[in-house]
């Protein structure tokens, strides 16, 4: 996003949110404002679920009064600033480890209805740990969930890896052959299946959270007791007299040089670093499933629209799409499994009416427009229907798609796992790797680490 978007963006909430930046508004009288980070066909599917919630005989409880979309992109934060009548009453969080910074000072406790459904949960246990706050016997819940994510998965096209008189559709997706591998293996893969026109890895790396979910995929495999504790509010720096994490360990360092091994591998990416830097997530898809010059991306499963329009602009079928779960490092080592998502949290002066709205949203048939229609949606709540692909591209991933167990890394530590602090380490650590060091990842790592402090500071 560039600046001068930015500052549009900014404006459209500061000033008058209907006029620079809001949508979708239908009815009478104030509407109420819905922030998202959405944009293209994310933002025109929670239209359509706002849309579907509106309805009469949606066969939800309703929301008659009329709302509106305020989409800020990465200025997310923009909406938990604002001031005035003009100020979003709702906002789609989508690092939800933030809730507990927020909670009972720019975000308000939502009902304890919310969180259930016909006398049960709503939502599984990681969820309520994270959007819970107090003390004393004082604990309420800050946000709904509204999207999850599963951000521990490879994406592969079959055909690459199978002999070209192979039945794809008869033959099972558990059996090929990337399935079997280790993360340490890659870097000996790349080598063995390189060629002038292709490469095993794409990395949307323009993306920081691409490099970021990877980071966190490696670090919960090697060292799940690193992941956490790191994930949890830092301690006293006695000596400092300031809050800060402890980088400086096994487990980190340990990760850091099996993910240069991967990205300083030669012969990891099509087009080499260089291209890596200037791809988004939807680019590197598009290299494994469009353009064949990757045959593997990691990616979460909200990568499936692009996979499937790539699939309708070859002309090819959903059978040559391999899901497979994020390797564990080595032999003995744990799978990572980890879990993302957008919440609904209601800010402190919000409408009365908000919410009703949450409530409508987190009905379990609310999101049934976005995963019937648009894909790329995995609710929150097993109570809302799976869609058919769930049991198409994901044939193989289905039962885990919702099942994860710690939540995203980045969004766990604050601001230091956003763009200026864990985004930025490991884009200059992907460079280093790759052009400044390369062959010495060892001296990439101390950068990293020390680099890493300085965010922290």
Known sequence: MTTTRRAVLRA???????????????????????????????????????AGVRAPGAGVPGYADPVEVVPLGDDIDIALNARGRNAPDIVMLP???RVQELAGTKLRAVGDSLWEWQGRPR????????????????????????????????????????????????????TDPPRSWTLD?????????????????????????????????VLRSVTPGDYEELARPPGNDSAAGVLRRD??????????????????EPTAFPGGVAATLRSQLADSVREVFQHRRAMLVVAPDFA????????????????????????????????????GGDVM?????????????????????APLPWTTRYGGFVAPSDQTPRPASYQGVFRTVADRLNAWDIFDFADLIGPIGRRNGLWRVLTDFLVDVGYRRRGRVAESVDLALAALDRSAS
């Open 304 to 339: 499936e629209p692009i996979v499937r329009r790539c699939l309708r602009a070859t002309g090819r079928s959903d059978v040559t799409v391999g899901v497979m779960p994020f390797p564990a490092v080595d032999r003995g080592y744990r799978a990572p499994n980890i879990g």
């Open 185 to 217: 293996e890659w870097p000996t893969r790349m080598r063995e299946f390189a060629t002038d026109e292709r490469r095993l890895l794409a990395l949307g790396a323009a993306d920081g959270w691409v490099l970021a979910d990877m980071f966190a995929n």
């Open 95 to 97: 690092d939800a480890g």
């Open 12 to 50: 459209g909430v500061l000033l008058p949110v209907t006029a620079a930046c809001a949508t979708g508004t239908v009815g009478r009288g104030d509407p109420l404002r819905v922030a998202v980070s959405w944009s293209g066909s994310e933002l025109a599917a929670f239209r359509a679920v706002l």
């Open 247 to 264: 980088w400086h360990r096994d487990g980190v360092r340990d990760a850091l040089t099996v993910l240069g091994e991967l990205w300083g």
């Open 123 to 174: 939502y599984p246990g990681p969820w309520w740990d994270l959007l819970r706050h107090g003390a004393f016997g004082a604990v309420s819940q800050y946000g709904v969930p509204f999207k999850s994510a599963n951000k521990s998965l490879v994406w592969y096209d079959r055909t690459a890896f199978l002999d070209a008189r192979t039945d794809l559709g008869r033959t099972d997706p558990a």
């Open 345 to 365: 949290v209601i800010t402190a002066a919000a409408s009365e009416r908000a919410e009703r709205l949450v409530a409508a949203l987190a009905e379990p048939t």
